[in-house]
């Protein structure tokens, strides 16, 4: 079984300032993938980002990166030099690699100020 | 990017009538559609797994019966809810594997159906 737990149920942060979302995992698979979503409040899934368990570097999309933490089971999602377009919630999900199907965690609602 | 839609966007129905849900991937095949409820300001759970071809795959606590899902080719599955119930009103979303894809790649979403059952 899988599991990813995310600990901060809404996070606050500043225009223009740089953000970390959390996000710890458990799993028994020896391969698995690590997805970031961003949901809006339209409702629709935007994939953010991914990291490979086996993948040396961590991840950057754009303003996206992974604090891929293999020992410590953590894929913190980190956003810089927020925008207000980032107000969302975001869920960190766990894929294993023998059925590809996806767990989800509870979800941060992210609130960027002006 | 990889499309994939869903209709209706929402529907709002009587207690006791059945509501057929449908996901399309637009260009793309997909070997394996996932159905996935969310209810309000809670996380996605999955529902059932759906190969095409085959029956779907329905995880512990949802019942087959009442989620049809239909998974005819490699570019649409359905759900259908029959007999809905007030209960069963929430967000129902969709996603799709592309045909070939591994776990490194990503699932396309839909953009989700509300369902409001009255």
């Known amino acids: 079984a899988q599991k990813i737990t995310q600990t901060q149920p809404g996070m606050f942060v500043q225009e223009k300032e740089a953000v970390t979302l959390d996000c710890t995992y458990d799993t028994s698979d020896p391969s698995y993938g690590l997805f970031w979503y961003k949901q809006p409040s339209s409702g629709e899934m935007i994939f953010l980002i991914y990291q490979g368990s086996y993948d040396q570097q961590n991840a950057t999309e754009g303003r996206y990166s992974l604090n891929f933490q293999k020992a410590r089971k953590s894929a913190n999602l980190v956003i810089s030099a927020s925008q207000l377009g980032d107000s969302a919630m975001y869920f960190c999900?766990?894929?294993?690699?023998?059925?590809?199907?996806?767990?989800f965690g509870k979800g941060t609602k992210l609130s960027v100020i002006p | 990017g990889a499309v994939v839609s869903q209709h209706p966007s929402w529907v709002i129905c009587k207690s006791g009538t059945s509501v057929k849900i449908e996901c399309r991937s637009l260009?793309?095949?997909?070997?394996?559609m996932f159905w996935y409820r969310q209810f309000p300001k809670q996380s996605l759970m999955l529902m059932a797994t759906s190969n095409e071809g085959s029956k779907a795959t329905y995880e512990q606590g949802v019942e087959k019966d009442k989620f049809l899902i239909n998974h005819a080719s490699l570019t649409l599955s359905t759900l259908t809810v029959t007999s809905a119930h007030p209960e069963d009103s929430s967000f129902y979303i969709c996603?799709?594997?592309?045909?070939?894809?591994?776990?490194?790649?990503?699932?396309?979403f839909g953009p989700g159906t509300r369902l409001t059952v009255l």
């Open positions: 999900a766990i894929g294993g690699a023998g059925s590809y199907q996806l767990t």
């Open positions: 260009d793309f095949q997909a070997t394996t």
């Open positions: 996603s799709a594997r592309e045909h070939g894809a591994d776990i490194h790649n990503e699932q396309f």
